[in-house]
T-cell receptor, first 114, second 114 residues
Framework: AQSVTQLDSQVPVFEEAPVELRCNYSSSVSVYLFWYVQYPNQGLQLLLKYLSGSTLVESINGFEAEFNKSQTSFHLRKPSVHISDTAEYFCAVSGNTNAGKSTFGDGTTLTVKP | DVKVTQSSRYLVKRTGEKVFLECVQDMDHENMFWYRQDPGLGLRLIYFSYDVKMKEKGDIPEGYSVSREKKERFSLILESASTNQTSMYLC?????????????FGSGTRLTVV
């Protein structure tokens, strides 16, 4: 079984500031890790994923996350945020048994202020 | 563009009505999921299906049933709608095995029961 803890429910930041959204997981097997983003009144969209290989993964809009196996973490970072990054962000974990089922964290609301 | 389509974005139903929420995916995914999302409670899994006519209960199945007669379609049924089922409902699909790259979500159905 897996579980996910997103350590901050709300993160307010000013535009152009750096941000880190924290995610810790627990699992008895090797994992795949994901970040999803949800804009208001929309479904979730896959932002980035770690399946294997390099522990640092990047998205097309400047976010990155690093898989840290020893600390069981997968924190999401961006060096300079924009107003348009305001959204809810969900971390998710799957055991790599390839069953295709994930466990989600409770979400972190990122609010970028001008 | 591959996608998951939910039949309604907004729905208003009366208490006691039987409600059908429809979800169709065009990616030939084996797995399909129904979640509800409420403020402060994250995503809660209602039911999922890993094959046609197969289903498993999630965390909060009470008051709901599902149907999967074809691989591409997964329906959520509220047998007798109640006001505490007012929520955002999200459908998702995923592949399995080496093709598992995370979930694809629909845009959501915001259901209000009055």
């Amino acid at each position: 079984a897996q579980s996910v803890t997103q350590l901050d429910s709300q993160v307010p930041v000013f535009e152009e500031a750096p941000v880190e959204l924290r995610c810790n997981y627990s699992s008895s097997v090797s994992v795949y890790l994901f970040w999803y983003v949800q804009y208001p009144n929309q479904g979730l969209q896959l932002l980035l994923k770690y399946l294997s290989g390099s522990t640092l993964v990047e998205s097309i809009n400047g976010f990155e996350a690093e898989f840290n196996k020893s600390q069981t973490s997968f924190h999401l970072r961006k060096p300079s945020v924009h107003i348009s990054d305001t959204a809810e962000y969900f971390c998710a974990v799957s055991g790599n048994t390839n069953a295709g089922k994930s466990t989600f964290g409770d979400g972190t609301t990122l609010t970028v202020k001008p | 563009d591959v996608k998951v389509t939910q039949s309604s974005r907004y729905l208003v139903k009366r208490t006691g009505e039987k409600v059908f929420l429809e979800c169709v995916q065009d990616m030939d995914h084996e797995n399909m999921f129904w979640y509800r999302q409420d403020p402060g409670l994250g995503l809660r899994l209602i039911y999922f299906s890993y094959d046609v006519k197969m289903k498993e209960k999630g965390d909060i199945p009470e008051g709901y049933s599902v149907s999967r007669e074809k691989k591409e379609r997964f329906s959520l049924i509220l047998e007798s709608a109640s006001t505490n089922q007012t929520s955002m409902y999200l459908c998702a699909s995923s592949s399995t095995g080496a093709q598992f790259y995370g979930y694809t979500f629909g845009s959501g159905t915001r259901l209000t029961v009055v």
